[in-house]
């Protein structure tokens, strides 16, 4: 592993246990993301990869176990306790969740508007660059019922990137983009790594984007972390769980 | 031994329910409290369920105040009491019909809204979002919807009584013959400050239970289109429900206060 190139932990989650309805979803799920990192979390899909992104965000509360951001932790905070934690992070929901009764442009300076920017001047031309990084610029008076589901997830995207989060969570950046796009994307993830020290955890079914941008991989499995480790060790593997995983998207990549 | 259970779940579930109520009421004050009112929204809101409901709001009380005065006069005509319309409708218009009507129209029409609108941004998931940017669902959606209640209800509810009052004294007066003068006399001479009081006071209070039932049943939505839709009738049942209820015991309380007559 290359743990020498990773000093601090940034998020360390410990045994998450959560069941809903009676059903089990994760199981003593542990796992560290490391400061400036890009970990990428496969999974089946409905394996509750969406469901573990949410405790980091302090959206849902676990049954049992711990998840920590920073030196905080945050399971079992108050709702107005998570706040400030949450200003240090941005998450791109899988569906997007935009307001819908907004505009694009008023989407996306939400955030800027709730932190308290009041010069609209300041607020438009983040918003405009928060548009051009996921190539959306025009598209600022539209209604989110107005547009595709793709154009909907990049403005989703430049929703939770206008702050410039510390931290990003990403559920399925490029699910349903053209190869071309989910590529920016790709590109997008790598470049605020580089030049911000944007530490990602990036939940996909692409094994190509996986490899373009993964640091480290998770592989969540029946509620336990089954494997993580490089790209390298990722491809290396045989074990035949990991083997189905990396191969049935094979046959995608041409 | 089966009723009784059953009775007992009832008692149960009705006073967590209250419970929940009183939350989201607590939330919405440390919302307030907390310096998160948003001036914008609260405009908007106060647009939406104040501006936008005054058409059924005056039709409500033009027509009940008409048909009210009409029966009164037929039974006091008999008793040749025919200026004592005025007092009865007024007074009657004030203390119970105005704010009770007004209060179920805006149950249905603005209760319905807000569960709706607020139920469908919790199935699709911006209730989350907003979580996520740091924002507490309640300070940014039902503190402003609180407010403009506060504000809109008694405006509404006066609004209701006036027109009211001016179609009985219209209709009582041109149409039904009886003494322009006296009426208003008598009508002045029976209604106080007490009876506006008591208006303007349950209609606020009747604000405040439409938009907590309301946006307590849109927080709590489950299951997309379908408990949406559930949200929504039973924010309009519930909220009109309260209404009468919360009216009942508002009157005894209030009578204290503000007794009827001199
Ligand atoms: N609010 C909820 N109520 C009931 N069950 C839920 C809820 N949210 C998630 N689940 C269940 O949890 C499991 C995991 O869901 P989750 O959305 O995390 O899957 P996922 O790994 O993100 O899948 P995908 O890759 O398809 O997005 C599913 O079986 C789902 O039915
Ligand atoms: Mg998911």
Redesign the pocket.
Known sequence: MTEHAHPSEVITVENLVQT??G?E?LRGFSLKVYQGETLVLL??????????LRHLIGLMQPVSGTVTVGQEVISGLQERELAKVRRSMGMLF?NGALFDSLTVADNVAFPLRERGETDESVVRAKVEEALQMVDLAGNEGKMPVNLSGGMRKRVALARALVNQPRCMLYD?PTAGLDPIVADSIDLLIRRLQRKLGVTSIV?T?DMKSTFTIADHVALLHEGRCYFYGTCDQLRASTDPVIRDFVEGRSHDEP | MAPARYVGDLIFSFARYLGDLALLAGETMRGIFHGQVRPQLVVQQIYEVGFRSQLVVLITGAFTGAVFATQTYFQFHRLQMDTAVGPVVSVSMFRELGPVLCGLMVAGRVGAAMSAELGTMKVTEQLDALRALAVHPVDYLVVPRFLAMVISMPLLVAECIGVGILAAYLLTTQILGVSETYYVHNMLHFTGGRDVAMGLIKGMVFGVVIVFVSCHQGLNAREGAVGVGRATTEAVVIGSLFILVVNFFLTMALNIFFPAGK
């Open positions: 809903i309805g059903q979803i999974g089946r899909s409905g394996g509750g990869k969406s469901v573990f899988q399925e939940v079914h």
